[in-house]
C-alpha cells in the first residue's frame, strides 16, 4: 500500500517524541452551545429587568426591607446577648428607626409645607432677584440678532411650579408599599438566623455549604458597617450643613441640615440636589444674590472634601468601589425603581462584588521578577 507524505514523515519520527506542530494555526472557533446559552442569558437579564420595573410596588419593599433587615440585623443580635428577645428586638429596632425616620421628615416637612405655600410669592420675589442678568441677557439677545438667531431669551419665563405635587407623589411611598416594607423588615430580622440556617443546609455538598456561609457572614458584616459609618458621616455633613446655613443667615437652618442629611444617603444626586436647594433658598432669602451664594459655596466644599477624603478613607478601607460601578449602577436602579432605588444602588452593588468575589474567585495576577 502506498503511504502518504506525512505518514512517511512519522515514520522517521522516534517513538515517544511528541508530534510536530502544524504551520497554520486554525481561529478559535465559537460553538453552538456558546451562542445559545449566552442568548437565553441575556433574554432572562431582560426579562428579570421587566418584571422588576412593572411589580416595582411589590419588589421595591420586598428588597429594600430585605436590605436594611440584614443592615440593622447586627443591632437585634446585640440586643439578644442581653436577653431580648428576637422578635421583640426587632419590633424595637424598627421603632426606633421609624421614630428617627419621622423626626427627620418633621424637620423637613414643615418649612418645605410652608414654602410651598408661598411659591407664587417666592417666585415673583426669585424673578426680581435675577433682573441683574438683564444686561447679559440683553447683550446675548442683540448678538443673537446680530448673527441671525432667534429671538428665544426674549420671552424668559420663570418655571411653573406644577411639578410639585407630582414629585411628591413620586417620592411618597403609598400606604399599602409602607405596611408591606414594615411587616417585612420586622419579620425578616426576627426571623434571620433561622432563614440563614435554612439557606446554608439547603446545600448538600460541605463545600457549597462553607461559601454560602462566608457569603451571608460577609453580606451581613459589610452591609451594617456600610450603614453605621455612612449614617455617622451623614449626620455629620448635616450638622456642618446646618451651622453653615445659620451662620449665613439662612432661613431654618435645622431644616436644611436635615435635608442634607438625608439626600447624602443618595449618592451623587443627593448632593447636587441640596446645592441647588441652597442656591435657590440663598438667592431669595438674601437681599443679595452674592451673599446667598456663601451657603451653597461652603456646602460644595463640605461635600468635595467628605466625597474625596473622609468616605474613601472610611469606607474605602473596606470596600473598595469603583467610581464608575457606583455611577453606572446609581444609574440603573434610579431609572428602575427612582429614589428608593438610588439609596439601594450602594448597598445592592457591595451585595453584588461579594457575591462575584466568592461564587467567582479570581486569582490575582503576578507581576514577573525582575
Known amino acids: 500500500m502506498r503511504a502518504f507524505p506525512s505518514e512517511r514523515l512519522l515514520d522517521n519520527v522516534p517513538e515517544g517524541s511528541p508530534v510536530p506542530d502544524s504551520g497554520s494555526e486554525l481561529p478559535p472557533v465559537i460553538r453552538r452551545t456558546e451562542i445559545v446559552a449566552f442568548a437565553l442569558l441575556t433574554i432572562l437579564v431582560i426579562v428579570v429587568v421587566a418584571v422588576l420595573y412593572v411589580a416595582r ?92 438667531g432667534s ?44 432563614l440563614r440556617r435554612a439557606l446554608v443546609l439547603t446545600f448538600s455538598d460541605r463545600q457549597a455549604r462553607l461559601r454560602t456561609l462566608r457569603i451571608l457572614n460577609e453580606v451581613e458584616i459589610h452591609l451594617g458597617n456600610y450603614l453605621l459609618t455612612v ?4 449626620i455629620g455633613v448635616g450638622i456642618v450643613t446646618g451651622a453653615i446655613c445659620a451662620m449665613t443667615g439662612m432661613p431654618n437652618p435645622a431644616a436644611l441640615g436635615a435635608l442634607a442629611a438625608t439626600l447624602n444617603f443618595i449618592p451623587i444626586i443627593g448632593p447636587v440636589a441640596m446645592f441647588v436647594v441652597l442656591v435657590v ?33 472610611i469606607v474605602g478601607r473596606r470596600l473598595s468601589l469603583n467610581a464608575l460601578a457606583v455611577f453606572l449602577a446609581l444609574a440603573f436602579w434610579t431609572w428602575l425603581w427612582g429614589p428608593m432605588g438610588a439609596f439601594l444602588s450602594s448597598p445592592l452593588l457591595i451585595v453584588g462584588l461579594i457575591m462575584k468575589e466568592h461564587l467567582m474567585p479570581v486569582n490575582s495576577p503576578q507581576l514577573p521578577e525582575d
Not at 152 to 180: D, G, H, I, N
Request: hydrophobic share 60%.
Open 281 to 313: 433658598v440663598g438667592i431669595v432669602a438674601s437681599p443679595a444674590i452674592g451673599a446667598g451664594l456663601i451657603a451653597p459655596a461652603c456646602f460644595a466644599v463640605v461635600t468635595f472634601l467628605e466625597g474625596h477624603f473622609v468616605t474613601p478613607t
Open 231 to 234: 449614617t455617622m458621616i451623614n
Open 57 to 148: 410596588a411589590f419588589f421595591l419593599p420586598i428588597t429594600m426591607a430585605f436590605i436594611v433587615g440584614t443592615m440593622l440585623s447586627p443591632a437585634a443580635s446585640l440586643l439578644e446577648r442581653y436577653r431580648v428577645p428576637r422578635a421583640l428586638g426587632a419590633v424595637l429596632i424598627v421603632v426606633a428607626v421609624t421614630a428617627m425616620v419621622a423626626f427627620m421628615v418633621g424637620l423637613i416637612a414643615s418649612p418645605v409645607m410652608e414654602w410651598s405655600s408661598r411659591l407664587p410669592e417666592l417666585g415673583a420675589i426669585l424673578k426680581d432677584k435675577l433682573h441683574v442678568f438683564d444686561r447679559p441677557l440683553a447683550l446675548w439677545q442683540e448678538l443673537q440678532s446680530m448673527v441671525g
Open 151 to 194: 429671538d428665544a431669551l426674549a420671552s424668559f419665563q420663570m418655571p411653573k411650579f406644577e411639578w410639585v405635587q407630582p414629585t411628591l407623589e413620586f417620592l411618597s411611598p403609598t400606604f399599602a408599599e409602607f405596611l408591606l416594607f414594615i411587616a417585612t423588615l420586622i419579620l425578616f430580622i426576627a426571623s434571620w438566623k433561622d
